[in-house]
């Protein structure tokens, strides 16, 4: 099965930039669909970005659009996502997800692994 790890999360002023990476077991890396979700306290998790497996194409949602980019070198079996322009909404625990397909959903409840998350915090 896939082991994802991610790291880079910390706190950071409003405006301010963090990379996050989410790196992956198993030689077949290329076969999943990638997506990052997040969770802030009380909330349902959501859909952050996505990437198909090749990494031809890529999906955000509307409140990262802009800020957001993610990226993925099957080479190394990681995933990542640039985070910039932070703003204090964006503070949860954000979480790497693989999914056994390369097309790319924005349902949590379809991605099939799961990393232990790393918590972004943004002040004002």
């Known amino acids: 099965q896939v082991q994802l790890v991610e790291s880079g999360g910390g706190l950071v002023q409003a405006g301010g930039s963090l990379r996050l990476s989410c790196a992956a077991s198993?030689?077949?890396?290329?076969?999943?669909?990638m997506g990052w979700f997040r969770q802030a306290p009380g909330q349902e998790r959501e859909f952050v970005a996505g990437?198909?497996?090749?990494?031809?194409?890529?999906y955000y949602a509307d409140s990262v659009k802009g800020r957001f980019t993610i990226s993925r070198d099957n080479a190394k079996n990681t995933v990542y996502l640039q985070m910039n322009s932070l703003k204090p909404e964006d503070t949860a625990v954000y979480y790497c997800?693989?999914?056994?397909?390369?097309?790319?959903?924005?349902?949590?409840?379809?991605?099939?692994?799961w990393g232990q998350g790393t918590q972004v915090t943004v002040s004002s």
């Open positions: 997800a693989a999914k056994g397909t390369i097309v790319v959903v924005s349902d949590p409840t379809l991605y099939d692994y």
């Open positions: 198993g030689r077949t890396f290329s076969n999943y669909a």
């Open positions: 990437i198909m497996g090749r990494g031809r194409s890529t």
